[in-house]
């Protein structure tokens, strides 16, 4: 059974830099064709793919945030690490992260992690 | 980048009736990598369909995609009170991969 699960912090400031982890089980990040993303949602908005990290440890950003993220993943921890800097009231949204495989795509979510930015 | 345009953006519809919502991508999505999502509020979203037309695991066959290329459909055949929601199409053929806007499903 494949699960994950968000976590972080709710609030963070202008300009701070956010840092969201996905704890995940029932899989592994080393099969081939598989991998996690990072997806978000603005209040009332559609979904946006920012980030995803394939089983052979390849990544790959939207291309408007590309220079605020980065994805990196922690085996022995079983998690998926998300930063992005600079954040900005614009960038308040829920994250998720999902499992992907390549044929099937977001095949499994976390349940999202809801995130504000104000001073 | 591929976009993709879901039309119409709200369905009203009562239950029992058929659905069609439509996905128009901006060039032609390779291998129909083309997938459906089902999202209630307050929820994440639910793979319905992949690769345009297969069913995810535990999905009802009520729920139905089919199209290619740059056109596809996903068809709710006869309209359960659980499946007022919001639906999202998404290509997973080429980086980076995107969302439509999303169609509304309410209760007319």
């Known amino acids: 059974q494949i699960t994950l699960r968000e976590s972080g912090p709710t609030l963070v400031k202008p300009t701070q830099t956010l840092t969201l982890t996905c704890t995940f089980s029932?899989?592994?990040?080393?099969?081939?064709?598989?991998?996690v993303g990072w997806i978000r949602q603005s209040p009332g908005k559609a979904l946006e793919c920012l980030a995803l990290?394939?089983?052979?440890?390849?990544?790959r950003y939207s291309p408007s945030l590309q220079s605020r993220l980065t994805i990196a993943r922690d085996l022995s921890r079983n998690q998926v690490v998300l930063t992005m800097t600079n954040m900005d009231p614009m960038d308040a949204a829920t994250y998720f992260c999902?499992?992907?495989?390549?044929?099937?795509?977001?095949?499994?979510w976390g349940q999202g992690a809801l995130v504000t930015v104000s001073s | 980048e591929i976009v993709l345009t879901q039309s119409p953006d709200t369905l009203s519809l009562s239950p029992g009736e058929r659905a069609t919502l439509s996905c128009r991508a901006s060039?032609?999505?390779?291998?129909?990598?083309l997938a459906w999502y089902q999202q209630k509020p307050g929820q994440a979203p639910r793979l319905l369909i992949s690769?345009?037309?297969k069913r995810a695991t535990g999905i009802p066959d009520r729920f139905g995609g089919s199209g290619s290329g740059t056109d596809f459909i996903l068809t709710i055949s006869r309209l359960e009170p659980e499946d007022f929601a919001g639906y999202y199409c998404?290509?997973?053929?080429?980086?980076?991969?995107?969302f439509g806007q999303g169609t509304k499903v309410e209760v007319k």
């Open positions: 999902a499992h992907f495989d390549w044929v099937l795509s977001f095949d499994h």
């Open positions: 029932g899989f592994s990040l080393t099969s081939h064709g598989m991998g």
């Open positions: 990290i394939y089983w052979d440890n390849d990544t």
């Open positions: 060039q032609s999505v390779g291998s129909n990598y």
């Open positions: 690769s345009a037309s």
């Open positions: 998404q290509q997973y053929a080429k980086l980076p991969w995107t």
